[in-house]
């Protein structure tokens, strides 16, 4: 019987997850080729042997997604699998109507397909959009384990972006000069730092099975940090859902947040602080409709500034964590609020960008006010750092998790914005992991 011929669909992440979990080795299947979407830079690229396995001796091409049709006519594709996150559902539906035009079937891989257990209890946080408050609240539920004396090991969703993919198959983070060693973009960074200096050993890559070996020797309890708003790779034992009342409705418009929603044990309300009462009550009912049974907690994210002084009064950019402001879809984030809250005069950035900056404002035509903190290499970072130092402005505020100051040449006065979770009222996330820790006998 001849194998049905694939291609993977995705952004470098969940689509190189798929395959390392049920496509490689499996007989049944041969991979084509992935399609790269998203992320500039990725596609272009070989998902090497070390990786493919014994069936892929040359690996496997990543080609940019707008080549679909014609690869689906040169290899004799007869399925597709849609593999990457953050997509309304009528992107969803249009890139079905055109696999199903050219002739393959579409498939969504679930949880049951892609999920591996571990041998330690896993908890995971993940959100229904980009830009939910994740990253805090994994920093969150990181230090109250802490505190209650367990070693948590934080995973993170893959984000290889690097060009040789070799060197990223399994990543263990437990100081900064880590990210140095492997050659961590910007993205990254901002994820890694906060956790590598709160003290919890942090794994990333590639191939999860393998990462999932690795961290679950050194564990009392697994983290699991989600990207986007994609679902957990590993079958976790509490799931956590970030939701977000600035974006009402998105908890449940989304691909695959809503999936997250409906699984979820506990689901975080953020950013109250800042959010229409009318909006969190709308994301309130919705997660009432959709899945009754979780634990709703109210939680806000309080701004603070490094340097008010540095605002008030002036002309300013400000500089926001890329993906949230990009195909997350906020036209705003930390950095602009804190700007208007200080009396800045915020500038629009858009004149003075230059290169792959210029080009992510003609894609993401909605950002106007704000300079996404791209950097997914180092021309792109290169090209960041020309951008704000081009612009006609007295200061920079920048709300990016990470001190963009260590990584780029600065000439212009800055001060960061800083943000972390706080619950609101019972229960909160003490409360929760109390009862997981009770639960699992860690203590």
Same mark, same amino acid.
């Given at each position: 019987m001849?194998?049905?011929?694939v291609?993977?669909?995705?952004?470098?992440?969940?689509?190189?997850?798929?395959f390392?979990?049920?496509?490689?080795?499996?007989?049944?299947?041969?991979?084509?080729?992935?399609?790269?979407?998203?992320?500039?830079?990725?596609?272009?690229?070989?998902?090497?042997?070390?990786?493919a396995?014994?069936?892929?001796?040359?690996?496997?091409?990543?080609?940019?997604?707008?080549?679909?049709?014609?690869?689906?006519?040169?290899?004799?594709?007869?399925?597709?699998?849609l593999?990457?996150?953050?997509?309304?559902y009528?992107?969803?539906?249009?890139?079905?109507?055109?696999?199903?035009?050219?002739?393959?079937?579409?498939?969504?891989?679930?949880?049951?397909?892609?999920?591996?257990?571990?041998?330690k209890?896993?908890?995971?946080?993940?959100?229904?959009?980009?830009?939910?408050?994740k990253?805090?609240?994994?920093?969150?539920?990181?230090?109250?384990?802490?505190?209650?004396?367990?070693?948590?090991?934080?995973?993170?969703?893959?984000?290889?972006?690097?060009?040789?993919?070799?060197?990223?198959?399994?990543?263990?983070?437990?100081?900064?000069?880590?990210?140095d060693?492997?050659?961590?973009t910007i993205?990254?960074?901002?994820?890694?730092?906060?956790?590598?200096?709160?003290?919890?050993?942090?794994?990333? !890559?590639?191939? $999860? %099975?393998?990462?999932?070996?690795? @961290?679950? /020797?050194?564990?009392?309890? +697994?983290?699991?940090?989600g990207?986007?708003?994609?679902?957990?790779?590993?079958?976790?034992?509490l799931?956590?859902?970030?939701?977000?009342?600035h974006r009402?409705?998105?908890?449940?418009?989304y691909?695959?947040?809503?999936?997250?929603?409906?699984m979820?044990?506990?689901?975080i309300?953020?950013?109250?602080?800042?959010?229409?009462?009318?909006?969190?009550?709308?994301v309130?009912?919705?997660?009432?409709?959709t899945n009754?049974?979780?634990?709703?907690?109210?939680?806000?994210?309080?701004?603070?500034?490094?340097?008010?002084?540095?605002?008030?009064?002036?002309?300013?950019?400000?500089?926001?964590?890329?993906?949230?402001?990009?195909h997350? !879809?906020?036209? $705003? %984030?930390?950095?602009?609020i804190? @700007?208007? /809250?200080?009396?800045?005069? +915020?500038?629009?950035p858009?004149?003075?960008?230059?290169?792959?900056?210029?080009?992510?404002?003609?894609k993401?035509?909605?950002?106007?006010?704000?300079?996404?903190?791209?950097?997914?290499?180092?021309?792109?970072?290169?090209?960041?750092?020309?951008t704000?130092?081009?612009?006609?402005?007295?200061?920079?505020?920048?709300?990016?998790?990470?001190?963009?100051?260590?990584?780029?040449?600065?000439?212009?006065?800055s001060?960061?914005?800083?943000?972390?979770?706080?619950?609101?009222?019972?229960?909160?996330?003490?409360?929760?992991?109390?009862?997981?820790?009770?639960?699992?006998?860690?203590?």
């Amino acid at each position: 019987m001849s194998r049905i011929k694939v291609i993977i669909m995705g952004a470098a992440g969940r689509d190189f997850h798929n395959f390392n979990v049920h496509f490689r080795d499996n007989e049944q299947y041969e991979v084509v080729a992935f399609t790269a979407e998203q992320i500039p830079g990725i596609e272009d690229r070989i998902y090497p042997p070390e990786l493919a396995g014994k069936l892929y001796p040359k690996g496997i091409k990543i080609y940019p997604e707008q080549k679909l049709p014609e690869l689906i006519k040169k290899f004799d594709v007869q399925q597709c699998i849609l593999a990457y996150s953050d997509l309304p559902y009528d992107t969803v539906g249009h890139k079905i109507a055109l696999v199903n035009s050219s002739g393959p079937d579409m498939r969504l891989m679930g949880p049951t397909t892609t999920m591996l257990k571990s041998t330690k209890p896993v908890i995971a946080v993940c959100a229904v959009r980009t830009g939910c408050g994740k990253s805090q609240t994994s920093r969150r539920v990181n230090s109250l384990l802490v505190q209650m004396g367990l070693k948590p090991v934080n995973v993170r969703h893959p984000m290889p972006y690097d060009p040789d993919l070799r060197t990223q198959i399994a990543q263990r983070y437990a100081r900064l000069e880590d990210m140095d060693r492997y050659n961590c973009t910007i993205e990254e960074r901002e994820e890694y730092e906060p956790m590598i200096n709160a003290g919890v050993i942090l794994y990333a !890559g590639v191939d $999860y %099975g393998k990462i999932l070996e690795m @961290a679950q /020797k050194e564990a009392d309890v +697994i983290t699991w940090d989600g990207g986007n708003n994609d679902f957990p790779f590993y079958k976790p034992d509490l799931h956590i859902v970030i939701t977000d009342p600035h974006r009402p409705g998105h908890e449940v418009g989304y691909y695959p947040g809503e999936t997250n929603l409906r699984m979820a044990d506990v689901v975080i309300i953020n950013k109250i602080d800042t959010a229409n009462y009318d909006n969190v009550e709308k994301v309130r009912e919705n997660i009432t409709k959709t899945n009754p049974r979780a634990i709703i907690i109210d939680a806000a994210s309080p701004l603070t500034v490094g340097d008010a002084s540095v605002i008030r009064g002036k002309r300013v950019i400000a500089i926001e964590d890329g993906p949230t402001v990009t195909h997350g !879809g906020m036209p $705003y %984030g930390a950095a602009y609020i804190a @700007a208007r /809250k200080h009396g800045g005069t +915020i500038v629009d950035p858009r004149p003075f960008a230059v290169g792959s900056i210029r080009d992510t404002f003609q894609k993401y035509t909605h950002v106007r006010e704000v300079l996404p903190a791209m950097g997914y290499g180092k021309k792109q970072m290169q090209e960041l750092e020309e951008t704000i130092n081009k612009s006609d402005v007295d200061s920079i505020v920048v709300g990016t998790p990470i001190d963009l100051t260590h990584l780029l040449r600065i000439s212009k006065p800055s001060t960061r914005v800083r943000y972390d979770l706080q619950e609101i009222g019972k229960p909160d996330l003490t409360d929760v992991l109390t009862d997981f820790v009770k639960k699992h006998n860690l203590k």
